[in-house]
């Protein structure tokens, strides 16, 4: 299983960019990346999924360099209401090794 | 409508007993999980089942028995309950697309069990 390396926490102000740095250098080559974010008190909330280059939604971008041993999530303009912790997690899903839920990241933003 | 539901939210119990959380899912997934989210908010799987079968069982006390009467159900009993027990348990389920050697998957959590044992 590919480790995964995140900051325990961040703060941003309101209306900032916020880049949280995955690293997960032992990436096998078809491990994708995904983010999850969870609120207090509730489950935890798939925000975006990608296996290269770079991927856009409508909640965040995820940038994945050509070698693929680190990502990162990058979420546009933060508001109060982003504040929530933020796993990355690297897996295959083929098989049936589960994902492992690293401490994730704690992002608290501050108005 | 709620995607991935548990039932009860909230379970207040004493050592010893033996007490069930109820999950369903209305999404046509035919993968389901159960979490166990501790004090220290470390998120950890249990079980996993895939149509019916289980797949994956971490290394869980033998007291905790899963229980998938369909593919939109997993249930998780528990059997003379201790204090260590006392976490966030959630529920959660997955359809997983692309090809056996490339597979995505997106899993959908339910709100979560908060199970205290006194």
């Known amino acids: 299983l590919a480790k995964t390396t995140q900051p325990i926490s961040m703060d941003s102000y309101e209306g900032q960019e916020v880049n949280i740095t995955c690293s997960h250098n032992n990436i096998a080559t078809n491990d994708y990346i995904t983010w999850y974010q969870q609120f207090p008190s509730q489950g935890p909330r798939f925000i975006i999924q990608g296996y290269k280059t770079k991927v856009t939604n409508e909640v965040a971008s995820l940038f994945i360099p050509a070698d693929r041993k680190s990502s990162t999530l990058s979420l546009p303009r933060v508001s109060l209401s982003d504040t929530a912790v933020y796993y990355c997690?690297?897996?295959?899903?083929?098989?049936?090794?589960?994902?492992?839920f690293g401490k994730g990241t704690r992002l608290s933003v501050i108005a | 409508d709620t995607a991935v539901s548990q039932t009860p939210k909230y379970l207040v119990t004493q050592m010893g007993n033996d007490k069930s959380i109820k999950c369903e899912q209305n999404l046509g997934h035919d993968t389901m999980y159960w979490y166990k989210q501790d004090s220290k908010k470390f998120l950890k799987i249990m079980f996993s089942y895939n149509n019916k079968e289980l797949i994956i069982n971490e290394t869980v006390p033998n007291r905790f028995s899963p229980k998938s009467p369909d593919k939109a159900h997993l249930n998780l009993h528990i059997n003379s309950l201790e204090l260590g027990d006392s976490a966030v348990y959630f529920c959660?389920?997955?359809?997983?697309?692309?090809?056996?050697?490339?597979?995505?998957?997106?899993?959908?959590f339910g709100p979560g069990t908060r199970l205290l044992v006194l």
């Open positions: 959660a389920s997955s359809q997983r697309t692309g090809t056996p050697s490339r597979t995505q998957e997106t899993q959908y």
């Open positions: 997690l690297v897996g295959s899903y083929s098989g049936n090794t589960p994902l492992v």
